[in-house]
C-alpha cells in the first residue's frame, strides 16, 4: 500500500519533458537502450531529474521490480534477467499498469444496449469521407468524395440542405475530397483534394461554404487531416498533414484567430481565393506559421495522423510494416522532429489516442487491436485479438476504460481496456455491401451516437441512455439473506460468488468466489444458528459453510446430474432440497458425519403432478410445498405424509379469454402472527404468489383459497414476496424492478363464501432496481425492520420497511442509526426518473 501511494505521488509530478529526460538514462554513449541497477537509477533520476527523492526512486524501482516478476514479463535480454536490474519497456510497462489500475474503481464497463442501426437518407452518390459534427450549430456535416456536402439535424437527423464545394483548381468532374477535418475555433473546415492542395472553407453562414485560403504546390498529394487548438490560447493551433509519400507535416498557427496565412499581393486565383504556396510556408515567408515534417513513412501513404499535444508528438500510421505507426518527437526550442517507428507483422489502417490513459490503439491489417505505450517502441502493451478480418478503425471511449473497434467484415467489437477483454460485439446489423466498401466511424459519448459509412450510406448507432448505477457483484445477483448474529447481509450471484457486507455501513467485508465453479449459485440458506451457511448451485450441489470461508460438506442433491436447485429448507432433523423434479430431496442430519453427504428417501412419494419449486414450515409440523403447475401440498412433516392439495382456480373472472398458462408457485409464506384460533375459524395463514402477478390467501386447514389480487402487472411474468416477521406487511416485486409493500395485519382475517378480490391496502411502491428483482427477505435490525432485495441487474439494495430506501452496497458507506435520512435522500435523488 505504502509503495503504490508513493509510486503515484511522484508519477504525478512528472511532466513531458521529465519523461523524456528518464528515457535517456537507460541510454548508453551511442544511443543504445539498457538497463541500471538500482543504486544507479536511483543516483542518475534524483540527479537529472528536478522533481523526487532518491526514496521515492528507490520506492519507484522496488516496484518495477517485484511487478515484473509477479507478472511474468521479464524479457529476454540477459542484463534484464539479472536480479534487481530494470530497463526502459519495464518502467513503461509498469507505469502503464499502474495507471489503468487506478482508474478501474472511477471506470464503468457496462455493456452498453444498442437501439436497431437506423440507415439515413444521404444525398450522397459517392463514398462519404468524412462525418462531422458542429457543435455550435448542432447539425452533423458528411463530405463526400466528390466534394457534396449534406448537412442534417443533430436531434431528429433529418437531412436540412445539400451544397458543394468549390474549387476552381480543377473541373467539377475531376474534384476528389481525401479528408475533412473542423477547425472548430475559427469556424472553418480545412479539406484537402487529389489535386495537392488544401483548401479552407468558412462557415460563418449555413447556407454556403466560402473558400478563403488555398495551400497548393505539395509534393505529394495529401491524404489525411488532423486539427488541434490550445484551448487556453485559440491562437495556437497545428494541422497535421499526411500525404501518399509518406511524409507528415505540421503547420503550426501562432495568430491563428487573426489570419491563417499572411495575404502577399496579388496571389489570388479566379474565385478572388488567397492563394498560398507550401514552399513559401517551408521558406518561412509567413511568419504567423511554421511547418515541421518528417518522412518517416516513405514511401507508404500515411493512414491517419494526429497531433497529440500531452505528448508533443506527431503520431501517424501506414499499412507498411516496418513503419506501421511513427511517433514523430518535437524537440524542445527546436523546428525538429525526433522519430521513432513502431513495427508491426501487416500495417495498420487507422490510430487513436486515449488522453487519460495515455494509451495509443492501431488498428491492424493482421486482425489485431494493439494497445501501446508511446515510450515504449518495441512492443505493445496489449494485444487484442478477436477480430477475423483486417480491422480498419479503433475508436476510444474517451470516458471509460473501453475501446470499439471495427474490421472489413463488417464486425463492432468493445472491449475493455484494463481486462483486454471484449465485453461486447455486434455484426450482422449492418447493411450488406462489397468487403472492399469505404468505411469511416464518428463517435459522440456525449450524444450517445456512433455514425458508420458504407461507401454512400449512412448508419446511425444509438445507445439506451444509462443511468449511472452501483454495481454489489459482478454477475446477476440470485439470492440474499440477512444473518442476525453476526449484523450482516449475504448476497450471492450468478458468476458463483458470495459476499457478505455490514448491514450498519454496507461495507463488503468478505467474498467467496467460484464457490461452485462456474456454476450459478441458484438459492441459499441459514441454519437456526446462523453459522452455517448453505449455497445450491446449477450443478446439483449443495454446499455448506463456515464463515471463515471453508466448505464443510457437499450434498449430493441432483446424484451427479446438474439439476438445477430452486429453494432449501433447514427443517429439525433434516433439510429439504428441490427444484427439479416431482419428490422431494431429502437429507437427514445424521448423515452429517463425514463430507460427501448422499440424499435419503422422502417417505411420503410423489404427489406433486409437476416438479417442486418452493416449500414452507409452521410449527410444530406443517409443511406446504408448491409446484410448478400451482398446486400446493399440505404435510405432515413428522410422518411425511401429504394431507390436503390446494388449487387455484382454473380460470379466473380477470383472465378469461386470454391465454395463460397455470401459475408456477414461486414463493410460499406463513403468516406467524395468525393464532390457531384465527385459522380454527377460517383466517389465512398461507400466502403464495407465482408467474401470473398474482398473491393468493389460503386458509391450510380446510384447503380453502380465501383471497386473490393482482400485485403486479401479470405480463411482466414471476413476481417474488416476502412477509415481515411480524406479519403486517407483504413485499412483492417484479420483473421490472419494482417493490410494493402492502398492509395485511387484518386482511384475510375471516372466511367468506366467495373468494376476496380486493387487494390490501397498498403502502408504498418504488424501484430501487433497473431489472427483475430476484429475491427479497426482511430482517430486525437492531430498532429497524429492514428489507433487502437481490436484482440482475448486479445490485442489492437495502430499505428500511414500508418502502424508504437506504442505499445499495458497493456503494459509498451508510451509518443506519444516524445517517438513514441522508442516505435516503441522496438515493432517491441518483434515481430520479428511473
Given at each position: 500500500m505504502g509503495t503504490r501511494m508513493e509510486v503515484t505521488r511522484l508519477e504525478s509530478k512528472m511532466n513531458t519533458e521529465d519523461y523524456e529526460k528518464l528515457r535517456s538514462l537507460f541510454l548508453d554513449s551511442s544511443g543504445v537502450p539498457g538497463s541500471l541497477s538500482r543504486s544507479k537509477f536511483i543516483h542518475l533520476a534524483s540527479t537529472l531529474l528536478s522533481c523526487g527523492s532518491e526514496e521515492e526512486y528507490g520506492f519507484l524501482f522496488d516496484s518495477v521490480v517485484v511487478s515484473r516478476a509477479h507478472r511474468g514479463l521479464l524479457l529476454d535480454s540477459e542484463a534484464v534477467k539479472e536480479e534487481g536490474r530494470v530497463d526502459w519497456g519495464g518502467l513503461c510497462s509498469f507505469l502503464q499498469h499502474q495507471l489503468s489500475e487506478k482508474l478501474k474503481p472511477c471506470m464503468r464497463r457496462n455493456v452498453p444496449r444498442w437501439k436497431p442501426p437506423r440507415s439515413l437518407t444521404c444525398p450522397h452518390r459517392d463514398p462519404v469521407q468524412k462525418v462531422l459534427y458542429l457543435e455550435s450549430w448542432g447539425q452533423y456535416v458528411t463530405v463526400s468524395q466528390g466534394g457534396s456536402v449534406g448537412l442534417r439535424d443533430g436531434v431528429d437527423m433529418s437531412l436540412r440542405t445539400t451544397q458543394r464545394l468549390q474549387n476552381s483548381t480543377v473541373r467539377p468532374q475531376d474534384l476528389w475530397v481525401t479528408d475533412v477535418v473542423l477547425l472548430h475555433n475559427l469556424h472553418k473546415?480545412?479539406?484537402?483534394?487529389?489535386?495537392?492542395?488544401?483548401?479552407?472553407?468558412?462557415?460563418?453562414?449555413?447556407?454556403?461554404?466560402?473558400?478563403?485560403?488555398?495551400?497548393?504546390?505539395?509534393?505529394?498529394?495529401?491524404?489525411?487531416?488532423?486539427?488541434?487548438?490550445?484551448?487556453?490560447?485559440?491562437?495556437?493551433?497545428?494541422?497535421?498533414?499526411?500525404?501518399?509519400?509518406?511524409?507528415?507535416?505540421a503547420l503550426f498557427f501562432t495568430s491563428a484567430q487573426i489570419s491563417l496565412f499572411e495575404r502577399r499581393g496579388r496571389c489570388t486565383d479566379s474565385d478572388s481565393v488567397a492563394v498560398v504556396q507550401w514552399d513559401d510556408v517551408l521558406k518561412g515567408k509567413h511568419r504567423c506559421c511554421y511547418i515541421i515534417k518528417h518522412q518517416g513513412h516513405e514511401p507508404a501513404w500515411v493512414r491517419k495522423v494526429l497531433y497529440l499535444d500531452s505528448l508533443e508528438a506527431l503520431v501517424s500510421c501506414s499499412t507498411r510494416p516496418q513503419s506501421s505507426m511513427v511517433i514523430g518527437w518535437r524537440?524542445?526550442?527546436?523546428?525538429?522532429?525526433?522519430?521513432?517507428?513502431?513495427?508491426?507483422?501487416?500495417?495498420?489502417?487507422?490510430?487513436?489516442?486515449?488522453?487519460?490513459?495515455?494509451?495509443?490503439?492501431?488498428?491492424?491489417?493482421?486482425?489485431?487491436?494493439?494497445?501501446?505505450?508511446?515510450?515504449?517502441?518495441?512492443?505493445?502493451?496489449?494485444?487484442?485479438?478477436?477480430?477475423?478480418?483486417?480491422?480498419?478503425?479503433?475508436?476510444?471511449?474517451?470516458?471509460?476504460?473501453?475501446?470499439?473497434?471495427?474490421?472489413?467484415?463488417?464486425?463492432?467489437?468493445?472491449?475493455?481496456?484494463s481486462s483486454q477483454l471484449c465485453v461486447h460485439s455486434l455484426d450482422g446489423v449492418f447493411p450488406a455491401t462489397q468487403?472492399?466498401?469505404?468505411?469511416?466511424?464518428?463517435?459522440?459519448?456525449?450524444?450517445?451516437?456512433?455514425?458508420?459509412?458504407?461507401?454512400?450510406?449512412?448508419?446511425?448507432?444509438?445507445?439506451?441512455?444509462?443511468?449511472?448505477?452501483?454495481?454489489?457483484?459482478?454477475?446477476?445477483?440470485?439470492?440474499?439473506?440477512?444473518?442476525?448474529?453476526?449484523?450482516?447481509?449475504?448476497?450471492?450471484?450468478?458468476?458463483?460468488?458470495?459476499?457478505?457486507?455490514?448491514?450498519?455501513?454496507?461495507?463488503?467485508?468478505?467474498?467467496?468466489?467460484?464457490?461452485?465453479?462456474?456454476?450459478?449459485?441458484?438459492?441459499?440458506?441459514?441454519?437456526?444458528?446462523?453459522?452455517?451457511?448453505?449455497?445450491?448451485?446449477?450443478?446439483?450441489?449443495?454446499?455448506?459453510?463456515?464463515?471463515?470461508?471453508?466448505?464443510?460438506?457437499?450434498?449430493?442433491?441432483?446424484?451427479?446430474?446438474?439439476?438445477?436447485?430452486?429453494?432449501?429448507?433447514?427443517?429439525?432433523?433434516?433439510?429439504?432440497?428441490?427444484?427439479?423434479?416431482?419428490?422431494?430431496?431429502?437429507?437427514?442430519?445424521?448423515?452429517?458425519f463425514k463430507s460427501e453427504v448422499e440424499p435419503s428417501e422422502w417417505k411420503g412419494g410423489v404427489h406433486h403432478r409437476t416438479a417442486v419449486l418452493c416449500a414452507a414450515f409452521n410449527a410444530p409440523e406443517t409443511l406446504v410445498t408448491?409446484?410448478?403447475?400451482?398446486?400446493?401440498?399440505?404435510?405432515?412433516?413428522?410422518?411425511?405424509?401429504?394431507?390436503?392439495?390446494?388449487?387455484?382456480?382454473?380460470?379466473?373472472?380477470?383472465?378469461?379469454?386470454?391465454?395463460?398458462?397455470?401459475?408456477?408457485?414461486?414463493?410460499?409464506?406463513?403468516?406467524?402472527?395468525?393464532?390457531?384460533?384465527?385459522?380454527?375459524?377460517?383466517?389465512?395463514?398461507?400466502?403464495?404468489?407465482?408467474?401470473?402477478?398474482?398473491?393468493?390467501?389460503?386458509?391450510?386447514?380446510?384447503?380453502?383459497?380465501?383471497?386473490?389480487?393482482?400485485?403486479?402487472?401479470?405480463?411482466?411474468?414471476?413476481?417474488?414476496?416476502?412477509?415481515?416477521?411480524?406479519?403486517?406487511?407483504?413485499?412483492?416485486?417484479?420483473?421490472e424492478g419494482t417493490i410494493r409493500t402492502w398492509d395485511i395485519k387484518r386482511y384475510s382475517l375471516k372466511s367468506d363464501q366467495e373468494v376476496?378480490?380486493?387487494?390490501?391496502?397498498?403502502?408504498?411502491?418504488?424501484?430501487?432496481?433497473?431489472?427483475?428483482?430476484?429475491?427479497?427477505?426482511?430482517?430486525?435490525?437492531?430498532?429497524?425492520?429492514?428489507?433487502?432485495?437481490?436484482?440482475?441487474?448486479?445490485?442489492?439494495?437495502?430499505?428500511?420497511?414500508?418502502?424508504?430506501?437506504?442505499?445499495?452496497?458497493?456503494?459509498?458507506?451508510?451509518?443506519?442509526?444516524?445517517?438513514?435520512?441522508?442516505?435516503?435522500?441522496?438515493?432517491?435523488?441518483?434515481?430520479?426518473?428511473?
Open positions: 473546415i480545412a479539406v484537402s483534394f487529389t489535386s495537392k492542395e488544401v483548401c479552407f472553407y468558412d462557415m460563418l453562414s449555413k447556407m454556403d461554404f466560402s473558400c478563403t485560403y488555398k495551400l497548393q504546390g505539395m509534393k505529394f498529394t495529401p491524404w489525411c487531416l488532423d486539427y488541434w487548438t490550445n484551448t487556453s490560447n485559440p491562437d495556437h493551433a497545428v494541422l497535421t498533414i499526411g500525404d501518399i509519400g509518406g511524409q507528415v507535416s524537440e524542445k526550442e527546436r523546428r525538429r522532429l525526433r522519430v521513432s517507428s513502431f513495427r508491426t507483422k501487416r500495417g495498420v489502417w487507422d490510430l487513436d489516442y486515449h488522453q487519460e490513459l495515455k494509451m495509443i490503439a492501431t488498428a491492424g491489417a493482421d486482425h489485431q487491436v494493439l494497445l501501446w505505450n508511446a515510450y515504449e517502441t518495441c512492443q505493445p502493451v496489449y494485444t487484442l485479438t478477436g477480430h477475423v478480418a483486417p480491422v480498419t478503425s479503433v475508436r476510444f471511449m474517451q470516458k471509460k476504460q473501453q475501446l470499439l473497434s471495427f474490421s472489413r467484415d463488417k464486425v463492432l467489437c468493445l472491449w475493455d481496456i468487403e472492399s466498401a469505404q468505411t469511416s466511424l464518428l463517435l459522440l459519448e456525449g450524444r450517445q451516437h456512433l455514425l458508420l459509412t458504407f461507401n454512400s450510406l449512412l448508419v446511425l448507432l444509438e445507445t439506451v441512455k444509462e443511468e449511472t448505477r452501483t454495481s454489489s457483484h459482478e454477475h446477476p445477483v440470485t439470492c440474499v439473506l440477512y444473518n442476525s448474529l453476526f449484523r450482516q447481509v449475504i448476497s450471492s450471484d450468478a458468476g458463483s460468488s458470495v459476499i457478505c457486507w455490514l448491514a450498519d455501513t454496507g461495507q463488503k467485508v468478505k467474498q467467496i468466489r467460484r464457490c461452485h465453479g462456474n456454476a450459478e449459485i441458484s438459492t441459499m440458506a441459514l441454519d437456526g444458528t446462523q453459522t452455517r451457511l448453505f449455497t445450491a448451485g446449477t450443478d446439483g450441489e449443495v454446499k455448506v459453510w463456515d464463515f471463515s470461508g471453508r466448505c464443510l460438506h457437499r450434498m449430493n442433491a441432483g446424484l451427479g446430474k446438474a439439476v438445477v436447485v430452486s429453494h432449501i429448507l433447514l427443517l429439525r432433523r433434516s433439510i429439504l432440497v428441490m427444484g427439479w423434479e416431482r419428490t422431494l430431496t431429502v437429507f437427514r442430519l445424521h448423515s452429517f408448491g409446484s410448478c403447475d400451482g398446486e400446493i401440498i399440505v404435510w405432515n412433516n413428522n410422518t411425511e405424509k401429504a394431507l390436503r392439495t390446494l388449487r387455484p382456480p382454473a380460470r379466473h373472472e380477470e383472465f378469461k379469454g386470454k391465454e395463460r398458462s397455470p401459475d408456477a408457485v414461486a414463493c410460499l409464506a406463513f403468516l406467524q402472527d395468525r393464532t390457531s384460533a384465527q385459522i380454527a375459524t377460517g383466517s389465512a395463514d398461507l400466502v403464495s404468489c407465482g408467474s401470473s402477478g398474482l398473491v393468493r390467501f389460503w386458509n391450510t386447514v380446510n384447503g380453502r383459497l380465501l383471497a386473490q389480487f393482482e400485485a403486479h402487472n401479470g405480463h411482466l411474468g414471476p413476481v417474488v414476496m416476502t412477509v415481515s416477521p411480524c406479519g403486517q406487511f407483504l413485499v412483492t416485486a417484479d420483473r376476496t378480490r380486493e387487494p390490501p391496502e397498498l403502502l408504498q411502491s418504488f424501484r430501487p432496481h433497473q431489472n427483475a428483482v430476484t429475491h427479497l427477505e426482511t430482517g430486525i435490525h437492531g430498532d429497524q425492520l429492514l428489507l433487502l432485495s437481490a436484482s440482475s441487474d448486479c445490485s442489492v439494495a437495502l430499505s428500511c420497511l414500508p418502502g424508504d430506501t437506504i442505499g445499495l452496497f458497493g456503494q459509498l458507506k451508510w451509518t443506519i442509526r444516524n445517517g438513514l435520512t441522508l442516505m435516503k435522500s441522496s438515493f432517491t435523488e441518483r434515481t430520479a426518473g428511473l
